[in-house]
């Protein structure tokens, strides 16, 4: 990539800092303290984290829907805080949630956007037209969005955050519940818009391989900062070293102290069934760690190596994978903050 100045950045945020009133008497929550990033124009910037991170606060703010307690934010050069107006003119939004009417066409969703807007009638109706046939919803153009399949109705979300022609584009979880191919329909469309719209895009995703098959760069936030950040590639390419990972039967809270008597294996950690290692030689330090969990009587269904991955990197980082968007339990989501 050709190196780009900061000043040139289309979205940047610098020093970031947020806390959350929460009732008398209770502590305030700190969402961010001090979260600092910035993306070039054309590209796309990946944020990461646990749930309770601070991307969707961090999103808020360069949003304009929310207000930093301190730290400063710039959309395509203006500041958030100060311009608020003019910011909201150069961003589209595409939230989790749809922000369609089911009752109403794509067509007529498309238009009532570009209306608010301010677009001109022609001009509106020529950019649904373009945005229809661009994300290949021609022949359900005039069905009700109730009769879309989920792929097209997230398709038509994300259109309808491109109505106005935006410089930035926010996009939340764009492929949560997607099936494979309409997965990877939309991941081409997002490298598209950046590369060849010059589009600046925000992707906030829990999937890894999403992060690692779009983002230009991304950054990976816990506890309200960013706490790596880089090109993919850099980022993988900082861990030396293969991974190893084992499949145990049963959990077994022993596992990592077992494995720490392995000279050759480091960053030994376990995750559910997961027990995770990193040595400078695969091959080698495959077979003292299959004996060691043997000799302690701890089952085990698999073992791999691999080069880094963008969830070694995750889990260097904040010390366990991302969950699996649609498996939360409650619990499970409280116990990862
Ligand atoms: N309106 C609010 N009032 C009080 N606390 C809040 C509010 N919004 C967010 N928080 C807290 O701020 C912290 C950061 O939350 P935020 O939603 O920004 O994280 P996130 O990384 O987007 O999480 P998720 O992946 O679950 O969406 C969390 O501790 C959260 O509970």
């Not at 000043?7 to 303290?33: C, F, I, M, W």
């Not at 809270?253 to 997961?274: F, H, K, M, N, Y």
Request: net charge negative; glycine share 8%; hydrophobic share 40%.
């Amino acid at each position: 990539m050709v190196a780009v100045r900061r000043s040139e950045a289309a979205l940047e945020a610098v020093d970031l800092v947020k806390t959350y009133s929460t009732g008398r008497n209770k502590p305030p929550v700190t969402a961010l303290q001090g979260l600092s990033f910035w993306a070039a124009k054309g590209t796309v910037f990946g944020l990461l984290g646990p749930n309770g991170a601070g991307k969707s606060t961090t999103v808020k703010i360069l949003s304009t829907l929310a207000v930093a307690d301190s730290g400063s934010a710039r959309i395509a050069g203006i500041d958030v805080a100060a311009r608020p107006d003019r910011v909201r003119q150069a961003i589209g939004f595409v939230a989790q949630k749809p922000g369609t009417d089911p009752m109403e066409t794509a067509t007529e969703n498309l238009l009532l956007a570009g209306r608010l807007h301010g677009m001109s009638r022609r001009d509106a109706k020529a950019r649904a037209r373009e945005l229809i046939d661009r994300f290949g919803l021609a022949d359900a153009a005039n069905r009700p969005v109730s009769t879309y399949s989920g792929g097209m109705a997230r398709k038509l979300d994300v259109a309808l955050g491109l109505m106005h022609r935006p410089q930035v584009l926010f996009l939340d979880e764009p492929t949560t519940g997607l099936d494979p191919q309409a997965r990877s329909e939309m991941w081409h469309e997002i490298a598209r818009m950046a590369g060849d719209e010059q589009m600046t895009v925000l992707l906030t995703t829990h999937y890894l391989d999403e992060a690692d098959r779009l983002a230009d760069r991304l950054a990976i936030v816990d506890h309200g900062t960013v706490v790596a950040e880089g090109t993919p590639e850099d980022l993988k390419s900082d861990l030396r070293g293969d991974a190893v990972q084992v499949e145990l039967a049963a959990t077994d809270s022993r596992a990592p102290a077992v494995l720490q008597r392995v000279p050759v294996l480091r960053e030994i950690t376990l995750d559910g069934c997961t027990v995770r290692g990193r040595t400078d030689d695969g091959a080698r330090a495959l077979p003292p760690v299959l004996a060691a969990l043997e000799e302690a009587g701890i089952a085990v269904t698999s073992a791999t190596l691999a080069r880094p991955s963008l969830d070694d990197v995750y889990l260097r980082h904040v010390g366990h994978s991302p969950l699996t968007v649609g498996d939360e339990d409650p619990k499970a989501l409280e116990a990862a903050k």
